[in-house]
């Protein structure tokens, strides 16, 4: 069996708790004990799930026996907590982005290294259907070279000022949004970033009290020549029909590929609630046995995480994993090396060279 922990249980560490819950009940793992620092949102989880919860990380992983830990918390806060599980040889599953700093990144990497335990990354993106097709397209080379293309990720304003007032102004749209499709791109052009130019603006955040970026827009250049645009903001009118706006284009020489990941196919218009497109290729909610049974790409990547430890269990190594769907430490350290030139770029006014 399993043994798991979270720690963070906000909107996405919810998410982990529902996955690892739903992969208890087909006995493949045991959810062991969660923590937060806030006090009530513990308390409703702990009570709900019947947990053991904790307010201190350290004191959680000291009292009880984990396999893997997921760490949930916000953006800039991801190191402390899984360098210290991967210093007692527990597994770690992170959200994006693994960091905030190149440096950071290669901390984590290293001493998950050191002590041969597994720090995976949750970009959510490599599992969507729709990209896992366009891969395959690419893979076997029917757009034959890709020379351009753009992307963009446009979030309402509700999630900086609702969902996270206390630090979305430690976070922008780039580490929150863009670099979701940072390493969705790496992953499709198997080419790192080269250099990037962009500009930001703070405007409508920044009137409300939210020292952050409204939107990002920029131009990125990857290491096999091809040049794509990407466009970022936290700013849509919380009346848009969906909470994220989202999309990317390819182009090559032998075609095109063009992906709406926003608008999957359904749209519906209630009174009182105004026009609403759905998207439960991301996560959906249905009742099967009496119990709510989630499925969808974002709970898959979560659970790839246990499948992976799973996978260790039985003998097999890390580095047996590489090269397929999942995502770990260096792939995010490539995605951060992105995002961080990109905020480099805004600051200097100019190109920038990625981890130069």
């Known amino acids: 069996m399993i043994k798991l922990g979270i720690i963070g249980l906000g909107k996405f560490g919810t998410n982990i708790l529902n996955t690892y819950i739903q992969l208890e009940r087909e006995g493949l793992c045991k959810l062991v004990a969660v923590c937060d620092i806030n006090e009530k949102i513990l308390e409703e989880k702990v009570k709900k799930y019947n947990l053991k919860g904790y307010k201190d990380y350290k004191e959680m992983i000291e009292k009880e ?159 096999n020549g091809a040049i794509f645009s990407f466009e970022f903001s936290w700013i849509l009118p919380e009346n848009f029909e969906s909470i994220v706006n989202q999309g990317l284009k390819i182009v090559g020489e032998k075609g095109i590929i063009e992906c709406d990941s926003q608008d999957r196919g359904t749209r519906v218009f209630y009174e009182n609630y105004g026009v609403m497109s759905y998207n439960p290729v991301f996560i959906n909610e249905s009742k099967k046995r009496g119990k709510i049974v989630y499925s969808g790409y974002g709970i898959e990547s979560i659970a790839d995480f246990v499948y992976n430890i799973k996978y260790i269990k039985e003998g097999y190594k890390i580095d047996d994993l590489k090269g397929e769907i999942s995502a770990f430490g260096e792939d995010g350290l490539e995605a951060t090396k992105i995002a961080v030139s990109v905020h480099e770029s805004i600051e200097k006014e100019k190109e920038i060279k990625i981890g130069g």
């Open 65 to 223: 026996e984990f396999d893997g830990i997921a760490v949930a918390t916000p953006d800039p806060f991801h190191k402390e907590p899984v360098i210290y599980a991967a210093n007692k040889k527990i597994h770690v599953f992170v959200e994006k982005p693994l960091d905030i700093t190149v440096d950071g990144c290669i901390e984590m990497i290293e001493v998950c290294k050191k002590n041969n335990v597994l720090l995976q990354v949750d970009f959510h993106k490599r599992f969507d259907p729709f990209h896992i097709a366009i891969k395959k397209d690419i893979d076997e080379g029917k757009i034959g070279k890709i020379e351009y293309g753009s992307v963009h990720m446009e979030d309402k304003i509700i999630v900086p000022r609702d969902w996270f007032p206390n630090w979305a102004s430690k976070s922008s749209p780039v580490w929150f949004l863009g670099i979701h499709f940072f390493d969705l791109l790496r992953y499709l052009l198997k080419s790192n970033g080269k250099s990037v130019f962009a500009k930001g603006i703070k405007n409508k955040l920044k009137s409300i009290g939210i020292n952050s970026f409204d939107s990002v827009c920029g131009i990125l250049e990857f290491e």
